[in-house]
């Protein structure tokens, strides 16, 4: 089993700044990668950002530019930094760590943005 602690969500003006962390914990070596979905209310939930065990990322061509996905492999903690945040980047954002067979997630973490 694989634990997901997030961190960093709140409120933020449009064209702010915001930094979110994700910790695991338990069965960590048996991680392939971990990133960040989203959920807006009355959407589906989306990919964000993905990071994998050798660093190759991957984003979504919404957040390109603007969102930097990276990992301290040390702390097994992948953080996602978001900059030049828009109103339409407001959800609820989930941390997931994949071992190859299952996905795991956290519990959620709100980042709302106003114009």
């Known amino acids: 089993q694989v634990q997901l602690v997030e961190s960093g969500g709140g409120l933020v003006q449009a064209g702010g700044s915001l930094r979110l962390s994700c910790a695991a914990s338990?069965?960590?070596?048996?991680?392939?990668?971990m990133g960040w979905y989203r959920q807006a209310p009355g959407k589906q939930r989306e990919l964000v950002a993905t990071?994998?065990?050798?660093?190759?990322?991957n984003y979504a061509d919404s957040v390109k530019g603007r969102f930097t996905i990276s990992r301290d492999s040390a702390k097994m903690t992948v953080y996602l930094q978001m900059n030049s945040l828009k109103p339409e980047d407001t959800a609820v954002y989930y941390c997931?760590?994949?071992?190859?067979?299952?996905?795991?997630w956290g519990q959620g973490t709100q980042v709302t943005v106003s114009s």
């Open positions: 338990g069965r960590i070596g048996s991680i392939n990668a």
């Open positions: 997931f760590a994949d071992d190859w067979a299952t996905n795991y």
């Open positions: 990071i994998t065990r050798g660093d190759r990322t």
